[in-house]
């Protein structure tokens, strides 16, 4: 992480936390998924979503600057709304909805590695891979959260260095025919197609947690979410506009898992399928490790608000360790039940629905924030009608799948619910429990 000489976070060290968050593997699970629901709008589908995250940035931004802490979202909810049930439930949601994500990047991880495996072996094998992943790196985290902590900067640059690869060269070779207007799905379902893979630009809200160690916070930290939200945007529309440019769309959903080493394929051959798919199970897994660790911590804070058992706040080794194993363990269940649809709607949701609660903090505290109410107001407009078209497509293709979307609102609200009617005594950090100046 690239720190300034009096040990703080300069601005290009906060811009590679928000783009190794959003292209922590993200693009690497959904981009088939995309595909399949944009066909050749799929470029339009990643500006969508990038527009809706590009307005949350703005709340975030002016958030992480009137009230710079650690706490990053729960924080911010926490101040607008107090220790209400609709608070406790968003932050239990937010913890479920990582849980979501680390499942996603574990699905890729095991996707990517099984091809290459022998073809009757894939199917196990990406279960076993799966697992592994999310064993092994818990198994770093209780020895040392730092063991891949350490290489993350060189695996951000890694991966990105191999994403404008494949766009440099892939650029060259589209057939300007498979991505005309006349090969879109229609406007709805494009829309909906952004919607269902926004979770790949969920990541820019790790930015709120380094606000406390940035140098010259307010001049830093905007300058820094903007870069890394717009520089993802249009690297996420450059490799779809690359790979529906390149590949037919029937050949791109038939590799949905791992969709990106396949596009890379025509242009780069096989070493070109290999170069990505390892990039992408090296992506993936320290997306794994940094996600696990920041969920593990988040479930110790809400614990410590009273929002979840109490043994989540205990501390093993200096390390909140049972939120840890909690957390692992769910994502070993949800990412070897669930299918690539069902998760990336779930994460998509569960972060349209966080994201609309922090525009709409924003816009309530307008005024302490310096902001225009009207943007914030604009963005949690935007979150909650993404997530309309999210769950009208959701209702027109795969109604089963809303039931496991509701499931998961409803375990939130009842995890929260349980507390209070459990009488846990619900209390809000204090500054200093953020990292603030009290």
């Known amino acids: 992480m690239s720190k300034t000489g009096d040990g703080k976070i300069g601005f290009w060290g906060v811009v590679a936390i928000g783009v190794g968050g959003m292209v922590g593997g993200g693009i690497f699970a959904v981009l088939g998924l995309a595909v399949q629901l944009a066909h050749g709008g799929t470029p339009v589908a990643f500006a969508v979503a990038g527009a809706v995250a590009l307005l949350t940035t703005y709340s975030y931004a002016k958030l992480s600057v ?3 802490s650690r706490g990053g979202t729960v924080a911010f909810l926490d101040r607008a709304f107090g220790a209400g049930m609709i608070t406790g439930s968003l932050n239990v949601l937010l913890w479920l909805s990582y849980v979501v994500m680390l499942s996603l990047y574990a699905l890729a991880f095991g996707s990517y590695g099984a091809t290459f495996l022998p073809e ?10 799966i697992s592994l992943s999310v064993i092994l790196i ?3 985290n209780l020895l040392s959260a730092e063991l891949i902590g350490k290489a993350e900067n060189w695996i951000v640059g890694l991966k990105v260095a191999i994403l404008l ?13 498979q991505i005309v207007p006349g090969s879109w799905s229609p406007p709805l379902q494009l829309v909906a197609g952004g919607m269902i893979i926004f979770l790949a630009y969920e990541g820019f809200e790790l930015i709120a947690n380094t606000a406390h160690d940035v140098r010259d916070v307010a001049r830093t930290l905007p300058r820094a979410y903007y870069t890394a939200v717009g520089f993802v945007i249009a690297l996420y529309v450059l490799v779809a506009l690359v790979t529906v440019g390149n590949l037919t769309v029937d050949k791109i959903v038939a590799a949905e898992d791992y969709a990106l080493a396949e596009a890379a394929r025509p242009f780069l051959g096989k070493p070109g399928f290999t170069l990505i798919a390892v990039a992408a199970m090296l992506s993936t897994a320290s997306a794994i490790n940094a996600t696990l660790y920041g969920a593990a911590r988040l479930s110790y804070c809400i614990a410590r608000d009273g929002e979840l058992p109490a043994m989540l706040e205990r501390k093993v080794w200096g390390e909140p360790l049972e939120g840890l194993l909690i957390t692992a363990v769910l994502t070993l269940f949800v990412a070897n039940v669930f299918d690539l649809t069902s998760i990336s709607t779930l994460g998509s949701a569960g972060f349209l629905l966080i994201f609309a609660a922090v525009n709409t903090a924003n816009a309530q505290h307008a005024q302490r924030t310096s902001s225009q109410g009207w943007i914030s107001v604009a963005g949690a407009v935007a979150c909650l009608a993404a997530l309309g078209a999210l769950v009208w497509h959701t209702t027109r293709t795969a109604p089963t799948k809303l039931w496991v979307l509701a499931a998961m609102v409803a375990l939130a609200v009842t995890i929260e619910g349980g507390y209070r009617l459990a009488k846990r005594e619900i209390r809000l950090h204090e500054a200093s429990d953020f990292g603030e100046a009290p």
Not at 120 to 129: P, S
């Open 66 to 68: 009137a009230y710079p």
């Open 120 to 129: 009757t072996w894939q199917g196990v094998g990406k279960h076993v891979l």
């Open 138 to 140: 818990a198994g770093l």
């Open 165 to 177: 690869l494949f766009v440099g060269v892939g650029l060259t070779g589209i057939k300007t025919a």
